[in-house]
């Protein structure tokens, strides 16, 4: 099993482009999330979903947006990004919504001049 | 509203040295806790965690207990390694509404020296 993938491991972008981070899962679960980890402000969930189709919005939702078409994938979409998005953004996945263990990839770094 | 308070760091010690980070929260209800690691370079993963008062969680020679009087979660270990160093995340879940939500506190960097 190849766990939580995520790509890139860096980016860098302009104000104003857009880019999609990828996140996928081998383990079947139904549970992913997005979260985005700034100094000093731990981890923040961004969006999540329950299973393929349904998505909901987490703490820290504008600027960014999902989708779920299949139980593995999970990308993140920035539309415009701004320098507030400069972040480390971590994928997670569980077996199901409210499972004690959740699994994380190992991070995107992204910047944005 | 949910949060989690950690220690400031970096926490510096020697090998072999006791640890204590502390971790409080304040939550409706009773929340499950946990204890998140993220080692140079990776992504999260749990520690240990503990669903309900006065559990205690453990592993890896690390622990922590759940005290509802005093709403803290501290992680102790007897004696760190070098292998240790790492960033530590107390986390909470609330345990009504079943939502999966991760609430974490702004992590503590330990740094073990030889």
């Known amino acids: 099993n190849a766990g939580v993938t995520q790509t890139p491991k860096f980016q860098v972008l302009k104000t104003g482009q857009s880019m999609t981070l990828q996140c996928a899962q081998d383990?079947?679960?139904?549970?992913m999330s997005w979260y985005r980890q700034d100094p000093g402000m731990g981890l923040r969930l961004i969006h999540y979903?329950?299973?393929?189709?349904?998505?909901d919005q987490g703490e820290v939702p504008n600027g960014y947006n999902v989708s779920r078409s299949t139980t593995e994938d999970f990308p993140l979409r920035l539309l415009s990004a701004a320098p507030s998005q400069t972040s480390v953004y971590f994928c997670?996945?569980?077996?199901?919504?409210?499972?004690?263990?959740?699994?994380f990839g190992p991070g995107t770094r992204l910047t944005v001049t | 509203g949910n949060s989690v308070t950690q220690m400031e760091g970096p926490v510096t010690l020697s090998e072999e040295a006791f640890l204590t980070i502390n971790c409080t929260y304040t939550?409706?209800?009773?929340?499950?806790l946990f204890w998140y690691v993220q080692y140079p370079g990776e992504g999260l993963q749990l520690l240990l965690k503990?669903?309900?008062?006065?559990d205690k969680g453990s592993n890896k020679g690390f622990e922590a207990t759940y005290r509802k009087e005093t709403t803290s979660f501290h992680l102790e270990k007897g004696s760190v390694q070098v292998s240790d160093s790492a960033v530590y995340f107390c986390?909470?879940?609330?345990?009504?509404?079943?939502?999966?939500?991760?609430?974490f506190g702004q992590g503590t960097t330990l740094q073990v020296k030889p």
């Open positions: 997670a996945s569980s077996y199901l919504q409210g499972a004690y263990e959740q699994y």
């Open positions: 939550a409706t209800g009773y929340p499950s």
């Open positions: 986390a909470l879940m609330r345990s009504s509404g079943n939502t999966g939500k991760l609430i």
């Open positions: 503990a669903t309900k008062a006065d």
């Open positions: 383990m079947n679960h139904e549970y």
């Open positions: 979903s329950v299973g393929a189709g349904i998505t």
